[in-house]
């Protein structure tokens, strides 16, 4: 198999795992999403320790200067907000509107570019981003509420994307220091409570609080891989597979209501992505343009 099919499938495995993240978090039940989100924090630091260690990869932690130290610790704090926001959408059976947030973040990552970097928007672009804009107007007239969950998770996740850019240190090394970061206050929270729920309920519950640790970080290995191997167009493609798979898991599955409104919201937005992201894929296949002789 050459580079470029075991990217696409290392790439493909990745956004499966995370796709598959809504069947994970209900089997931790009782536990609430506080709680959850400590463990994972928890569990999370340890299996990188590991994986520095195997790697031989601590030379590159010690390395990190203090500009990009708290660039990561202020990534720590955004993700943490998005773990925690998606485990809490996906225990109080929202996993629908947790997807819409993973839908529309493409289109929230381009308008911090435009924000924050100066970028300039094409004209097509325009038009897409208007469109997502109109899809969270409908959703709010439905719900008679912005679709608050979609919105911190599409714009937690975009700014976090913005902080790992220009952090520039590989997706081990980075969520081994973000978690230090946050370790302190997941183990402070878990010895204030006394443990939770991993005390209380049995070994199996036990394990997959554990576990937590383990799915947070192979779908980062995976994806890790992919990243090495194929271009950004692929997986920027790829990363639709997350959330049409919780967008059908909170349907199909786990029987959330979707009337034609919400419908129609998510349907605006899946235009607005196809228009986005062909205009992505042509301008990238577009040769560059011959300098003319002096």
């Known amino acids: 198999m050459d580079d470029g099919r075991r990217g696409t499938l290392l790439g493909a495995s990745a ?4 796709g598959l993240f809504p069947l ?13 989100l400590a463990h994972r924090v928890v569990w999370s630091v340890l299996v990188c320790a590991a994986l520095l260690a195997v790697t031989r990869s601590w030379s590159a932690v010690r390395a990190v200067d ?90 937690s996740f975009g700014t976090y994307g913005l902080l790992k850019k220009t952090a520039g240190v590989s997706p081990v090394v980075g969520l081994s220091v973000e978690t230090a970061v946050l370790v302190p206050l997941a183990l402070g929270y878990l010895v204030a409570i006394g443990g939770g729920t ?13 576990g937590t640790g383990v799915v947070t970080a192979v779908p980062l290995l995976l994806f890790a891989g992919a990243a090495a191997r194929v271009p950004l167009t692929t997986l920027g493609l790829l990363q639709y597979v997350t959330p049409t798979m919780q967008f059908l898991l909170g349907v199909l599955l786990f029987h959330e ?15 607005a992505l196809a228009v986005f992201t062909y205009d992505a894929l042509s301008h990238r296949r577009r040769p560059a343009p011959v300098p003319e002789p002096a």
């Open 66 to 155: 203090r500009r990009t130290l708290a660039r990561l610790a202020l990534a720590a704090v955004v993700i943490a907000v998005n773990w925690g926001v998606f485990i809490y959408g996906v225990t109080s059976d929202q996993v629908v509107e947790t997807s819409l947030g993973y839908f529309i973040n493409p289109l929230v990552t381009v308008a911090l570019g435009v924000l924050v970097l100066g970028e300039v928007l094409r004209p097509v672009q325009k038009w897409a981003l208007a469109g997502a804009g109109a899809a969270v107007l409908l959703l709010t007239l439905e719900n008679g509420r912005p679709p608050w969950l979609a919105l911190v998770l599409a714009a």
């Open 15 to 18: 956004y499966l795992c995370w």
């Open 198 to 210: 991993a005390t209380t309920e049995g070994p199996g519950h036990a394990a997959l609080l554990v």
């Open 257 to 271: 209501p979707l009337p034609v409104a919400k419908l129609l919201g998510f349907t605006l937005v899946w235009v």
């Open 24 to 36: 994970y978090w209900p089997l931790l039940e009782p536990a609430g999403a506080v709680e959850v």
